[in-house]
């Protein structure tokens, strides 16, 4: 039939509501648009329908290009046109069509543009928490290099430390801390998940302590001298020999009644879990008969994680267990001590142990 697109012709049967019967409906694609013409192929279509079948078709639609449905090798979806007929969608403008199609588009998008904002956000608060860092750090530092007493540069330390933390908006929970040790010195034993551990002990413990560092930060001056005014001690954890005289000089700080702060694990890794612990904390305090008070750090490694200088936004909770005393001074009290801190930061951590792990063959 002239006018009509070739092989864009669907017939099919629809169910009348009213009669309860079975309608042939045949919708076919033109590009016509007048009206003449259009009432001309309307005629030829029922005159050839009467032909072919001996009726002529219940009713006849033509609808602009496209809106007979195809599969992808071309095959006329006649189910598919028969629902667009029956929801009354068949022959809609294309400009509803094109607004659709945007719509869904939009729709698709939508996804990666949350995405997109979420990134953006990230980086603007990254940007920000590095310039709180770096207009708090030059003073406080400096600060702690020229005051006098230590009790001076301690308070210093913890007022910069939490002015850290409240102008970055990170949330602080601690419990616990009334179960510190206060009159006798003892060993506060905390997992490691970031370098803002330290910064994070410093704002929220009560109690001066010495931190125990590992010696490699004598490499770097900043580091170096800053803990050195604060009063902490660098460990050698690879010279065996030079870590038997730093065990010694641990030993006596405790003797002296000075509380001592480790991070047993030695380091920290990005990967979720708490690492095996090195036994000069719990050696020193088997020996010396003091107390260790375990300590868990939640959330720090996903604010700044360890191979990142990225921060991002979190919520940090302190919690700071019952203190565990030593059942002797000899090795096997020392590693029972260990198993049973370990025990308790475990319980609080929410993370694998990966001490565990690494021994299963």
């Not at 005159?47 to 006329?76: H, N």
């Not at 719509?103 to 979420?118: D, G, H, I, Y």
């Not at 930060?217 to 660098?234: E, P, Q, V």
Request: glycine share 6%.
């Amino acid at each position: 039939i002239a006018g009509l697109r070739k092989g864009c012709v669907a017939i099919f049967g629809s169910s009348d509501p009213a009669s309860g019967t079975e309608r042939i409906i045949i919708v076919a694609e033109t590009r016509e648009k007048e009206q003449h013409r259009l009432d001309s192929i309307y005629s030829r279509i029922n005159e050839l329908a009467t032909d072919l079948l001996g009726t002529p078709a219940d009713e006849v639609v033509l609808a602009p290009p496209q809106a007979v449905l195809k599969t992808s090798s071309g095959k006329i979806r006649r189910a598919a046109v028969r629902e667009l007929f029956e929801a009354g969608e068949i022959g809609r403008r294309p400009e509803a069509v094109r607004w659709q199609v945007m719509r869904l588009l939009l729709a698709s998008l939508r996804p990666r543009l949350r995405a997109a904002w979420r990134r953006l956000g990230a980086a603007a608060y990254a940007l920000y928490a590095h310039a709180i860092f770096w207009m708090l750090a030059p003073s406080v530092w400096l600060l702690v290099m020229l005051l006098p007493r230590s009790s001076w540069r301690w308070k210093m330390m913890r007022r910069g430390a939490r002015l850290l933390f409240r102008l970055g908006r990170i949330p602080l929970s601690v419990e616990g801390v009334e179960q510190l040790p206060r009159d006798d010195a003892c060993v506060i034993v905390s997992n490691h998940a970031s370098y803002l551990d330290g910064v994070l002990l410093a704002a929220t413990l009560p109690l001066e302590v010495t931190f125990i560092a590992k010696a490699e930060l004598r490499r770097n001056f900043f580091a170096h001298h800053f803990l050195r005014r604060i009063g902490a001690l660098f460990v050698e954890r690879f010279d065996t020999r030079q870590g038997v005289a730093d065990a010694r000089r641990v030993f006596e700080e405790l003797q002296r009644g000075r509380s001592l702060l480790f991070f047993p694990e030695g380091t920290f890794s990005r990967m979720p879990g708490l690492l095996p612990f090195h036994m000069g904390a719990f050696i020193a305090a088997a020996e010396s008969g003091a107390e260790v008070s375990p300590v868990t750090i939640r959330g720090t490694r996903s604010i700044l994680r360890g191979d990142s200088r990225f921060p991002r936004r979190g919520v940090v909770h302190v919690e700071v267990a019952a203190p565990i005393e030593p059942q002797g001074s000899d090795w096997s009290a020392a590693l029972k001590l260990r198993d049973d801190v370990r025990t308790a930061i475990l319980q609080h951590l929410g993370e694998p142990d990966l001490a565990n792990r690494a021994a299963t063959p």
